[in-house]
C-alpha cells in the first residue's frame, strides 16, 4: 500500500477507534451520578456509533449470596440504553419498555462492561435500543433491547418533569464531552 494511503487508513482506523468521554448530567442518578453514595457510579463513552461503560458491581446489590441482583442489570442496561438514545439521537427520552435475557449470573466485585447502540429509528418519537453486559471473560451474561420515546428540549419541557434551570444546562452540557 502506498505511504499516503496506508497513512491514511491507518487515521481512519484510528478515529473509528476513538472513544470520547461523555459528561455526566445528573450527580444525584443511582446509576450514573458520582455524587449518589448509594449508586453505581458508571461513566459512559461513545465512539458515535455506540456508548459503553465498566463498572465493579458493589456488593450491597447482591441478590442471592455472591450474585448481583437481576433488577441491578436491569437498571445497568436501562441506563447504558438511554445514554445511547441521547447522545446517539440527540434527543431527551424516557424508557417506554425494554426486555431482559439473563443469561449468566454475575458475581458482585467483578467487573463487567455494557456496550449498547441504536438498532432502530422506530419514528421520529421513537428509538429501538439494544444493550449488552459481559463478563471480564468476554461472556454476555444479560442483554436487552428497549423502545425509547425521544423528546425535543420543548417537548421534554412540556412534560414538566425536570425543573426548567436543570433542563437548560442539561440542554448545554448533554451533548458535549466531558
Ligand atoms: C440523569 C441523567 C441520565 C439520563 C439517563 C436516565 C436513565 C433513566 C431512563 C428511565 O428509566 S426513564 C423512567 C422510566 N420511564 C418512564 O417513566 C416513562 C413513563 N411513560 C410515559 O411517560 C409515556 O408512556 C411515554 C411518554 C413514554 C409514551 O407514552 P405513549 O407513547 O403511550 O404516548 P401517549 O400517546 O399516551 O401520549 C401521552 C402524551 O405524551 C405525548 N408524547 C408521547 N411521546 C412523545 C414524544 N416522543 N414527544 C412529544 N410528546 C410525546 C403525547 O403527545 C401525549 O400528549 P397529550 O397528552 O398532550 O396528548
Request: charged share 20%.
Amino acid at each position: 500500500m502506498p505511504a499516503l494511503k496506508h497513512w491514511l487508513y491507518m487515521k481512519e482506523v484510528l478515529i473509528v477507534a476513538e472513544w470520547t468521554a461523555l459528561k455526566n448530567i445528573d450527580p444525584h442518578c443511582f446509576a450514573c451520578g458520582q455524587g449518589n453514595a448509594h449508586g453505581l457510579h458508571m461513566r459512559f463513552f461513545s465512539d458515535g456509533e455506540r456508548v459503553r461503560s465498566r463498572l465493579i458491581i458493589p456488593g450491597h446489590l447482591r441478590g442471592w449470596h455472591t450474585l448481583v441482583h437481576g433488577g441491578v442489570l436491569a437498571t445497568i442496561l436501562d441506563e447504558a440504553m438511554s445514554w445511547a438514545a441521547i447522545h446517539l439521537t440527540g434527543r431527551f427520552i424516557l424508557t417506554q419498555e425494554m426486555t431482559v435475557r439473563f443469561k449468566k449470573p454475575v458475581r458482585i466485585e467483578e467487573e463487567v462492561r455494557v456496550e449498547s447502540c441504536v438498532a432502530e429509528r422506530i419514528s421520529p418519537r421513537k428509538a429501538l435500543l439494544k444493550a449488552e453486559i459481559r463478563n471480564s471473560s468476554g461472556d454476555i451474561c444479560a442483554e436487552s433491547s428497549g423502545v425509547f420515546a425521544l423528546f425535543t428540549a420543548e417537548a421534554f419541557t412540556r412534560m414538566n418533569l425536570v425543573p426548567e434551570n436543570m433542563l437548560d444546562a442539561m440542554n448545554q452540557s448533554m451533548w458535549r464531552s466531558a
